[in-house]
């Protein structure tokens, strides 16, 4: 039914609603508030706080009273009663309501306490006589609202649909699984989302949604896995002895999650299903020499390879170090990124696809039509919440199944990875290389700028480098670079005078921020300013200080990536946060970052503190939009969802029983609305 016909809403309303992304009932039910203000506790006149908001039942104890201090402003008083002293009612500027009340009348008001000397006041209170109470002695549901729309219009909307549609809502989930984890009915769970009988209901009731949520989008993901390991015959590799030989021959000794990660990727390329596979592994943990074993398989293999990055720098960075480590051998490797010159991304392009390029390494330029390979066995993202799951799926098409991996410094907590990477299996190199120095961090006020400055120039006159990084102004990247600007100019004409600075920014042309790394890498320079387009991927040894201004304004994960662009080199390394936040979050942060370099530490705190919001964009994953359950406050019940989920693929692949008809019915649902359609065997 057309949400035009629930009554209440009417046309006018209807494309007020869709505004909202409300076209449906369902969609109507499921829109659940964003916040609740709680009417329903009570309390007397001498019970009352200043400023808060209070529930009281009180009688009308005199006449009304109108004050006029100046032009075009009056104040209604009402005197009122309990039976623990005397109080007024007041409005502003509403002389009409002063016929609606007689000395007797006992009325029950919500409104927030005020005092005007000895006088206890509530002030623009809302109020109902005693009897059938809609407004007050509940819990009252605030809704997110669009132009036009307010919240009491939203509340008769949603009584109205409540009432006429909730019987035929029909129950989805299982009775025994509802019975074992003691979950609400569905039709409980809607009403008291939206008009909960008490605090205990109205968590009951969100829990029991973000659980059906997740559960379903969890089984959802979990199918279209089993379908791709299924159906998608990949490229079956086979096996390469000179592996071992070239592990032997590697300047280091793989790490051994390192070695397990590549078992693992070496299981996954010798079988005939496609490989998609997420690597995560924390800064410095060692990823690259995995994807360029993977690389040299493929290659071994008689198959072409391809990695794309998200900067130049960080491409350019990575076809360095594959071009070394395969120096020895006769691979062909190439760089393809929008600073070329159109002659030679011609020639590359025609030897790419005559293969005789068996490596290439590039930007998102690699997934443009002209780019075709002969025989591309292996695709390889790096960075990958820099992408979306478009661009990675036409990197994969650039060949007929190639295997897949997908590469992130971004630590992101196992159960939350089963969620946004949800086609993908998972490996995580969770240790460091050895002989890697942890890095010094220290978080100090805006008092102690002078004792940094000076321990940067002691560093650099041993000769290391440093890093700078300024504040980010999240509003406007312009603005963001206007105060990176700002900080670069005080710093050299002043304290840093004698030294040679270098500044980088994300609105510089690719070539001019190239020229800049190289400048930092081969020493010309001694210090970089930047925003924060240095946070992935730059590696250079001999820099061994990051500070970065106004720490607070950064999220956890950031400065933990940030930080992880120092201690790459055998010099111990410093990072120093400048923090200007006084609150107990901020504190709390900068405590984190100081006690632990474990990235994957670091992020489940981030999530913790940060609680909903971007910690991870879910659109760009391609996954459906949640309406009621929270990737980061319902952790809890996204693991137990996990687990249901496995529980019921394990025992039913296809969900073919029937006590998953509706569960089926409703994953299709979900899907379909992402722009997937889900086809179940």
């Given amino acids: 039914m057309s949400i035009q016909y629930i009554k209440g809403v009417g046309p006018k309303r209807a494309s007020k609603l869709r505004r909202l992304n409300i076209n449906t009932v369902e969609d109507l039910l499921y829109f ?11 309390k007397t006149l001498r019970e009352c706080t200043i400023g808060e908001k209070t529930s009281l039942e009180v009688e009308v104890c005199g006449p009304p009273n109108i004050l006029r201090p100046r032009k075009n402003f009056s104040i209604l008083k009402i005197p009122i009663k309990d039976e623990s002293g005397y109080g007024c009612l007041v409005w502003f500027n509403q002389d009409y309501l002063r016929d609606r009340f007689a000395i007797g009348n006992k009325l029950i008001v919500n409104g927030k306490i005020n005092k005007m000397g000895m006088e206890i006041q509530i002030v623009n209170p809302i109020f109902e006589k005693e009897g059938n109470l809609k407004k007050i002695g509940k819990i009252m549901p605030i809704y997110p609202l669009t132009e036009g729309l307010t919240n ?6 949603m009584t109205n649909v409540l009432r006429d549609n909730l019987k035929k809502v029909e129950e989805f989930l299982p009775v025994d699984l509802r019975e074992r984890l003691n979950l609400l009915d569905i039709k409980k769970s809607l009403m008291n989302i939206h008009f909960p009988t008490n605090k205990d209901q109205l968590l009951r009731a969100r829990a029991r949604l973000s659980f059906e949520e997740l559960l379903t989008l969890q089984l959802g993901l979990f199918i279209i896995k089993n379908k791709a390991n299924s159906y998608n015959e990949g490229i079956k590799f086979p096996k390469v002895k000179e592996i071992d030989e070239f592990i032997e021959s590697l300047p280091f000794k793989l790490t051994e999650a390192q070695k397990k990660v590549f078992k693992e990727i070496e299981e996954n390329m010798e079988s005939n299903k496609q490989m998609n596979r997420l690597v995560q592994g924390d800064v410095g ?12 398989k493929a290659w071994k293999s008689g198959f072409q390879s391809v990695m794309m990055a998200p900067t130049e720098i960080l491409a350019t960075q990575h076809f360095e170090s ?17 600073s070329i010159s159109n002659k030679r991304k011609e020639e590359i392009l025609k030897d790419l696809q005559e293969g005789n390029v068996d490596i290439i390494v590039g930007t998102h330029a690699i997934i443009q039509d002209n780019v075709q390979f002969k025989n591309l066995g292996l695709a390889i993202t790096d960075e990958q919440h820099r992408f979306g799951v478009k661009q990675r799926a036409a990197l994969s098409q650039k060949g007929t199944n190639p295997d897949v991996i ?12 089963l969620i946004l990477y949800g086609d993908l299996d998972i490996s995580i190199i969770d240790e460091l290389p050895p002989g890697r120095k942890e890095i010094e961090t220290y978080a100090v006020g805006t008092d102690m700028i002078k004792r940094v400055n000076n321990f940067v120039k002691k560093q650099i006159e041993e000769g290391r480098q440093a890093y700078i990084v300024c504040p980010l102004i999240e509003e406007s990247e312009t603005l963001t670079i206007n105060a990176a600007e700002e900080l670069y100019n005080n710093l050299k004409e002043d304290v840093f005078k004698d030294l040679n600075m270098g500044l980088l920014h994300g609105k ?13 890498k081969n020493h010309k320079l001694d210090i970089l300013v930047s925003t924060t387009v240095i946070e992935v991927g730059v590696n250079v040894p001999n820099s061994n200080i990051m500070v970065i201004y106004n720490a607070e304004r950064f999220g956890l994960a950031q400065l933990h990536q940030l930080r992880g662009r120092v201690g790459r080199g055998n010099h111990q390394s410093y990072c120093i946060l400048i923090n200007e936040g006084n609150n107990k979050v901020a504190r709390e942060r900068m405590r984190i970052l100081q006690q632990t370099t474990d990235g994957f530490k670091i992020s489940e705190k981030d999530l913790e503190l940060r609680g909903p919001g971007e910690f991870f964009g879910t659109r760009q994953h391609g996954i459906p939009e949640l309406k009621v359950a929270n990737l980061f406050t319902d952790m809890e019940i996204l693991k137990i969802a996990q687990r249901e989920a496995l529980e019921i693929i394990k025992e039913d692949p296809n969900m073919c029983s029937s006590k998953y008809y509706y569960l089926r019915q409703k994953i299709q649902e979900m899907f379909k609305k992402s722009g997937k359609d889900l086809i179940f065997n």
């Fill in 322 to 338: 594959i071009s070394k480590f395969l120096s020895s051998y006769n691979v062909k490797c190439e760089l393809l990124v929008g």
């Fill in 285 to 296: 943990s060692g990823k690259t020499i995995v994807a360029v074993l993977a690389m040299f």
């Fill in 508 to 520: 510089m042309k690719a070539k001019e921020k190239d020229e800049i790394m190289d400048d930092f």
């Fill in 406 to 417: 997908v590469m992130t410094a971004t630590p992101i907590p196992r159960t939350l990875a």
């Fill in 32 to 42: 659940v508030p964003r916040d609740y203000e709680d009417r329903s506790k009570f």
């Fill in 152 to 157: 009491n219009e939203m509340i008769n909307i």
